[in-house]
Every structure is written in C-alpha cells, then in structure tokens.
C-alpha cells in the first residue's frame, strides 16, 4: 500500500483537482459554483450591451486560464527545464520560486519525483508550466519583431551573434587547451580517488554553466562523453553527499574540474582539505539511497546531507 502523502502546506486550503496528462485541469471546488452562479445573475440583470462585453471579456479570460491549466510538458520535461533554467546565467533560484509563488520546500520534493508523469499535484508543476508557456509566448513575439526589423539591422544583428559566439567558443577552447596540458605533463590519473562529495561536484557544474561559455552538449562531451540521461539523472540526486556516485558523471567531471584547478593553479579549498584526511582513499563510487541497517531502538535520521544513527526515543521505557 502506498504512504499518505502530506499535502503542502501552500495548497490545503486550495481546491482540489483531477489531473489527467492529455486533459486540461478539472476544477471541482464548490466555491467557484457559487461565484460562477452569482456573476450569472449579475449578468441577467445588466443591460444587454454590458452584458455582451462582459460574455466577450469573461470568454477570453477563461480561455487564458483554461490554457494556463493545460499541461503541455510532463513532469519530467519540466524537471529538465527548470535543471536548465537554474545554469542559466544570473539566474537565481530563490527569487524565481518568490516570483512564481513556489514553496522551496515543495520544488525540492519535485525536483527529488521520478517518473514521467510524478508530481502533478505539486504546486512546482503548474507554476512552471504557466512560466514556460509565458516565455514561449515572449519567444514567438520576439520572433515576430525580428521579421518587422530593415534587412540593415538584421544583418548587424547576426554579426553581433556570431561574434559573441566565437567569443564564447574561444574561451572553451582556451579551458580545454589548459586541461590538455595538465593531462599531458603530469599524467594526471583520470581513474584516481574522488576527494569531493557529489554536491560540490553538482555545484561546480551548475557554476561552471553559468558562465554562457558552452552549450550542455559539449560540456557532456569534453566531460567524457557523457549521456544526457545520466546527466540529467545526477543532476536531480541530493541531499546526500552521495546521492549521485555510482553516476559516470559524478567521477568524469570531477576529474575534469580537478585538471582545471591545476591549470589554474587554484589552492585547494578547505572542506577539500578536510576530505582528503578523513577519506585517504576518496569517497566510494556507491550511489547513497539514504537506507541504511540499523539494531534494534535505533533509527536513521538525515541531518543536512548526512545520514545519523539516533536511538529511538518512542521505543525507550
């Protein structure tokens, strides 16, 4: 039998809905038959070229919200959209939920749902549903203005485009070019322990992506040839330090931004420092599912990104 889910805290005194993937949200709050029988009245009463105004306004508004509603993209592609979203750069995460009216507590449990279409009744889901289908709207009118636009400046346009992406190429090539040297005089060992956890090692893909150098498909490539997939799939792992481990691209990059840090002739930080005491080894390439065996009146609990072991108190007499 499957565990009670607790609904959010943002949504409990919302209405209830009935998602289904090719339909439209279902409203079945009692409230809106009340509202919707009272404007009904209203409009019987009003004279009738007001009333025809209002049919006109009240149509286009309910087909706005009806498309608002609409799920377009499953739960996975949004998850990918947002994991997208969050290296673009300047982006921050925090000021987006504020903006959108997402609890960050529910856009984590989002983030953490597998399947393709998991996390419908996240309130995460349908605010970025309604945020993508505003920036596609926004695309489609820019477009629309860049036809409009002389020949003249559309030209200077696609110059200006094509020489910031040369820009953009070039310093990739540089960074490349820095861990080529590292590979070739040192003889870096790419199959060598790991001394970061897999939230520093997400972290410094998030921050390295931000810098708008290079697309996702050749980050994967210069990597080791990664998968998407598995990508995408490390991405959403967490809190765990290990939550991600077993992934190619947790050790792939990892030795990627070490050869870089050579190059760059970066100092070690000091969590590095203090992981290279306490593991001399590296950590363990085994995917952290938080599980663990436990004697009898204990119980694991997670504190931040690690697992304790805590005696039961329920269980003492």
């Known amino acids: 039998m499957p565990r009670k889910r607790q609904l959010d805290s943002e949504v409990e005194d919302e209405e209830f809905t009935v998602v289904s993937p090719s339909r439209k949200r279902q409203k079945l709050s009692t409230s809106n038959s009340k509202s919707t029988s009272k404007c009904e009245k209203e409009e019987h009463d009003s004279d009738s070229d007001e009333k025809d105004e209002n049919d006109e306004s009240d149509s286009s508004s309910q087909e706005d919200e009806d498309e608002d509603e609409e799920a377009k993209w499953s739960c996975n592609v949004i998850r990918n959209r947002l994991l997208k979203l969050r290296q673009t750069p300047d982006f921050k995460i925090t000021a987006w939920l504020k ?93 060598g322990p790991v001394f970061d956890d897999c939230n520093d090692v997400r ?62 002739k970066e100092a070690k930080s000091k969590k590095r420092l203090q992981n290279e005491e306490e593991n001399h080894d590296g950590f363990p390439l085994r995917h952290d599912d938080g599980r663990r065996w436990v004697p009898m009146g204990f119980v694991p609990v997670r504190k931040k990104d690690k697992i304790a072991v805590i005696p039961d108190g329920r269980r003492q007499t």
């Not at 090539?173 to 870096?188: C, G, Q, W």
């Open 99 to 191: 903006e959108n009216g997402v609890n960050s507590n529910s856009y984590q449990r989002f983030m953490k749902l597998k399947g393709t279409w998991n996390g419908t009744q996240n309130t995460t889901f349908w605010a970025a549903t309604r945020y993508f289908k505003k920036q596609e709207k926004l695309k489609q009118k820019e477009k629309q203005k860049e036809k409009r636009k002389p020949a003249a400046q559309k030209k200077r346009d696609t110059a200006k485009k094509k020489k910031e992406k040369a820009e953009k190429d070039a310093a990739m090539d540089a960074i490349v070019r820095k861990i080529e040297s590292v590979e070739k005089k040192d003889d870096y060992d790419d199959n």
């Open 203 to 264: 972290k410094k893909i998030t921050n390295f992506m931000k810098r708008g150098i290079c697309t996702q498909s050749r980050f994967l490539k210069e990597i080791g040839s990664v998968q998407s997939n598995s990508y995408h799939k490390f991405m959403k792992e967490g809190p765990l330090q290990l939550a991600g481990a077993s992934n190619s691209t947790y050790y792939k990059a990892y030795h990627w931004f070490e050869k870089l840090r050579i190059a760059e």
